[in-house]
């Protein structure tokens, strides 16, 4: 199972909210597996099942919490990739910061780190930036800069400390239980989704990023905060 499951370890971030259905509905079946959400991500081609059963090289990996707070960490370093970072997470009552620095990647292909990648429940899911609301057209992207903030309906707000430059994407996606897993159903389904990511670029050396993630913020809380 889950043939397509290499970055599930690299600080996939999973927002459980009132949406009880968001990973249950066909997601895996159809999600991006190089953008889910909270990784940080060399963009190379794998084969499927690729590092399947393999140890992390890095010894450390892990967090403390302490009744609402917390702190998470992680050495990043995926297996078959030069990919190497520092990732943490800092948990409040009501908010998640993520931290990243020390990015850098010989490889070839482009650096990510997936901010969110939301499946949908309906395609006109309304996505806020700085306060305008953005086209709600599957197939749409585009790039922001010096971003504040952001808010999508029925998950929550997104705070960029200091301005980021944010990619946005309104994506389709199709897929079937038999592309990730042996004996799975061949039935196509189709689920859309929405991502925000920071693109660190091909080669990125000492690269970092700063988001914090405000769980079922609305547009006007979010602006807010």
Known sequence: ENLKGWFT??????????DLAHFSDHFWATVDPYRLPG????????????????????NWVGGVTLQTNGAAGMDLAPYGSTLT????WFMFEDEVVGLGAGIACS??????????NRRLGSST???VVDGASQPPLMGWSKTVTNA???ALTNAGGY??????????????RKGSWSQINTGGSTSSH???YLTLCFDHGVQPHAAGYAYVLLPNFSASQTASY
């Open 9 to 18: 370890a690299d600080g996939m971030t999973y927002l459980y909210n009132n």
């Open 39 to 58: 990784i940080t991500v060399d963009t190379t081609p794998r084969a499927d099942g690729a590092g399947a059963s393999k140890y992390g090289t890095r």
């Open 85 to 88: 970072g520092k990732k943490s």
């Open 107 to 116: 490889g070839t292909a482009p650096v990510e780190t997936i901010i969110e």
């Open 125 to 127: 899911a309304a996505l």
């Open 148 to 150: 504040g903030w952001a």
């Open 159 to 172: 705070y960029f400390p200091g301005g980021a430059t944010v990619k946005l994407a309104r994506t389709a």
């Open 190 to 192: 189709t689920r859309n």
